[in-house]
């Protein structure tokens, strides 16, 4: 993380499913239950990260996701992350995570923590509250991400060890009412993120297996994944397929395809829809990633479409459309060469679009990312393609009012 096709892909993808028996996986035996016909489901999910790490210098609190009106249209949270490190599910930040004390102002229902013992505070009791008001919310535990993804390798070597310590945690009697299942954010399985991995082909597939099989049937598991669709790119290093009869559905990434860690370019948009001429890299668009996932027999309706609320920015950019060459990253808040939307849609407005995406220069500084027309574009092309719904990181960087979650079709 910061951190994607008509009837006849739907056909096409159901023969292969067929074929590789991914569809004879029946309800209650070893996949998950067919959920496809609730409206929070399959078609009209969508789904936003919560990180924990918000509430300190970005201010941003779950009371945020009710105030800006995204609690009423969020089918799911992903609460993210917790760590994955010495084979096990652990805590990330147990101040933010259960302790922190909210007083009346800042607490979602208007009611302050208590420090009565026991009292459960922090991210976890305002979730509860936060579900309490939306009913059907559903709120799942993301483990891992860009930074913690190196124990996922140790994890791989016991999946059955993996899957009953993140159990236990997900399910701890102080908060089991807050969460509906686990998420997985392996970045990346046999190949490398932030750090490398040599799990082999088949070690995603145990560990999912391993977690429906602990969680069984009611709890929610998905996973975040690789959208790089090029020719012996990451999905290739996977059995994404093998593993789809475990999860409920997937998360491909389709956003960061590019970016300033090319220091020197060539702009591009860091989460094209569709490809362009000039496009740096084949393979690299949502549509690419889609088509490969379902040409592996995985379902439409088992996909997500991934959105950033933020952008990707380079400086030292004479070129105003994309493929211009730079000096380094742009100037951002809290990270060169990122910024959140709620602060590039005055800092630096859109001038253009670019294979489905919003681009901006701005003197020397060039930016892509998402507007409300560019997220109403691609959650019509989802529609079309029949996924499974939508899912963005990260709740922060929409406005205050949501712009970019109330785009979502």
Known sequence: MPGTRTRLAALV???ALAATGLAAAPAGADGPPDDTTTDTTAGH????????????????HVKNIETSGSAARLTHINYAFGNVTGGTCAIGDSYADYDRFYDAAGSVDGKADTWDDGALRGNFNQLRKLKKMHPGLKVIWSFGGWTWSGGFGEAAKNPAAFAESCYGLVKDPRWADVFDGIDIDWEYPNACG???????????????AALRARFGQKALVTAAITADA????????????????YVDWYNPMTYDYFGAWDAKGPTAPHSPLTSYPGLPKQGFTAEATIQKLTSLGIPPAKLMLGLGFYGRGWTGVTQSAPGGSATGPAKGTSEDGFEDYRVLRTKCP?????????????????????TPATVAAKTAWKNRQGLGGTFFWELGGDTPDGELIKAIG
């Open 13 to 15: 993808a159901g023969l």
């Open 45 to 60: 999910r969508v789904a936003g990260y919560f990180t924990n790490w918000g509430v300190y210098q970005r201010n941003y």
């Open 194 to 208: 932030l750090t490398c991995d040599s799990s082999g082909r088949t070690a995603f597939r145990d560990v999912m």
């Open 230 to 245: 090029s020719a012996g790119g990451k999905i290739d290093a996977v059995d994404y397929a093998g593993a789809a009869r």
């Open 350 to 370: 859109a001038t253009g679009t670019v294979g489905g995406t919003a681009y901006a220069k701005c003197g020397s500084d060039w930016w892509s990312y998402d």
